[in-house]
């Protein structure tokens, strides 16, 4: 399995707060991306980097900003999180941004409350 | 990237071959076509992508028609380890992948 860790896996917090996950991996892969999953919606990319300090935004971006100043971490951060963020996030990884297998981490679930 | 058509629900019994069918029949001429699949509440797995040839590795076979309009994943051997959502997606750009709704395989003794 690819070397992808998520922190923290399960995390509760209050409307309001600002909230950061974090992904790390250990396999030198240039592409990071950030997933969230709501039953209904599938898979839904928020942001993604191609490199140190090189992001872009995704498809539901709003209320999410991200940060890549390493080639192992990229986190995730909610300002100031909501109940509609309530959700599970994924992060994954690729060599490449073309035809390139991607490898998902286990997941964070956030409750925001 | 191009929509992709699968059946909700497929059952298959425990050692037969499970085929899953998927339709893409707008994809273009750079777009792959991708398996992962989701085993409850864990992260989706790669399986398997082609772009015009079929392919095969350890975990199943990936049939794409002449004309790409459609492709099916063969797990040839399923387990109740198979039981999970299946994602066929098309698309040219890695990380942006649209993971629609899939094929929920259940596989039965």
């Known amino acids: 399995d690819a070397g992808i860790t998520q922190s923290p896996r399960h995390k509760v917090t209050e409307t309001g707060t600002p909230v950061t996950l974090r992904c790390h991996q250990t396999e030198n892969h240039r592409y990071m991306y950030w997933y969230r999953q709501d039953p209904g919606h599938g898979l839904r990319l928020i942001h993604y980097?191609?490199?140190?300090?090189?992001?872009d935004k995704g498809e539901v971006s709003d209320g999410y900003s991200v940060s890549r100043s390493k080639t192992e971490d990229f986190l995730l951060t909610l300002e100031s999180a909501t109940s509609s963020q309530t959700s599970v996030y994924f992060c994954?990884?690729?060599?490449?941004?073309?035809?390139?297998?991607?490898?998902f981490g286990s997941g964070t679930q956030l409750s925001v409350l | 990237d191009a929509k992709t058509t699968q059946p909700t629900s497929m059952d298959c019994a425990e050692g037969r071959a499970a085929n899953l069918p998927c339709n893409h029949s707008?994809?273009?001429?750079?777009?792959?076509v991708y398996w992962y699949r989701q085993i409850h509440s864990q992260g989706p797995q790669y399986i398997i992508h082609?772009?015009?040839n079929n392919e095969t590795n350890e975990m199943a076979s990936l049939i794409i028609t002449e004309d790409r309009k459609s492709s099916t994943l063969i797990l040839p051997h399923a387990t109740l380890r198979d039981t999970a959502v299946y994602y066929c997606i098309a698309g040219g750009n890695t990380g942006k992948l649209i993971f629609g709704q899939g094929t929920t395989l259940q596989v039965k003794p």
């Open positions: 707008t994809i273009s001429g750079n777009e792959y």
């Open positions: 994954a990884i690729s060599e490449s941004s073309g035809g390139e297998k991607l490898f």
């Open positions: 980097s191609y490199g140190v300090k090189d992001t």
């Open positions: 082609g772009l015009k």
